[in-house]
């Protein structure tokens, strides 16, 4: 389908919906194809999981939270680790398995997980973490789900515009984040937009993790990368940026719901 036409589909789809998960639900065939830049930051996702649990994959048990159609589900299954999709599109879902068979999809929201506590040593979110309206109940389920050793990478950041308008500086940024902010309002999305996420996402993780960086992904953007759980009752972390560029309501589950898991632990170097 050539490009203006995928751009109208989005965009009739963006007039007739009224909530994130009927947009998602209305565009999910046409997903992969119009948000072609997301490859790049799941090609770099896969290499951050790869590197820091190197010779681990196997045993990896990895959550993609929003994930779509599949695109990093795919890439990491292919690697070897074993995959849970989760999100709160169905037909997304639906897609996502017709490729991708030997993962688990899950239809549920990111702030009510349905999995055991330490259920994943990794814990990955390309793209959905600017669609959540309360961060903090999310990162709450993650700490909850995620290994206390375990691996977090969220991204991209800035976000695009649409999914797909690279954020400048000035005041054309400013007038078209407003704009923009204004029009999924009214059509009832939730899409965060200002540049301010990347910092408090940043900070949020530092409550929580005692190592949080910054990696480059791609021209201009970065991911958001924190491992290795804190204490109770631990100050938090300091953070740390590094941006070089070296290599639920009760949803139905669409397949298969994850059973409670041992707690036997991966070290991660």
Request: charged content about 20%; some cysteine; overall charge positive.
């Amino acid at each position: 389908m050539a490009r203006p036409a995928l751009w109208w589909r989005v965009f009739k789809a963006a007039l007739c919906s009224r909530s994130n998960r009927q947009f998602y639900d209305r565009i999910a065939p046409v997903y992969e194809e119009v948000f072609v830049e997301h490859e790049q930051h799941a090609d770099r996702m896969v290499e951050l999981l790869q590197t820091n649990l190197a010779g681990q994959a196997d045993a990896t048990r990895v959550l993609d939270i929003g994930c779509g159609t599949g695109l990093l589900t795919r890439k990491l299954a292919d690697r070897g680790f074993d995959v849970t999709g989760l999100d709160i599109s169905f037909e997304s879902l639906r897609l996502m398995q017709q490729s991708a068979a030997n993962v688990h999809a899950v239809h549920a929201e990111g702030a009510r997980l349905p999995f055991t506590d330490e259920a994943f040593q990794a814990i990955v979110a390309l793209g959905s973490w600017r669609h959540f309206p309360d961060p903090r109940r999310v990162m709450k389920e993650i700490v909850r789900t995620l290994g206390p050793d375990g691996l977090l990478v969220i991204g991209y950041f800035p976000p695009s515009l649409g999914g797909a308008i690279h954020q400048g500086r000035g005041v054309w940024r400013k007038m078209m984040t407003r704009l923009y902010q204004g029009a999924i309002r009214r059509l009832g999305y939730v899409d965060r937009t200002d540049l301010s996420l990347e910092p408090q996402t940043i900070n949020l993780a530092s409550n929580y993790f005692v190592e949080v960086r910054t990696v480059t992904s791609g021209e201009y953007w970065h991911l958001v990368v924190a491992r290795g759980q804190q204490q109770p009752g631990a100050m938090p972390a300091g953070k740390k940026i590094d941006k070089s560029s070296t290599s639920t309501h009760s949803f139905p589950c669409l397949a298969i719901q994850r059973p409670a898991v041992d707690n036997t632990r991966t070290f991660f170097k």
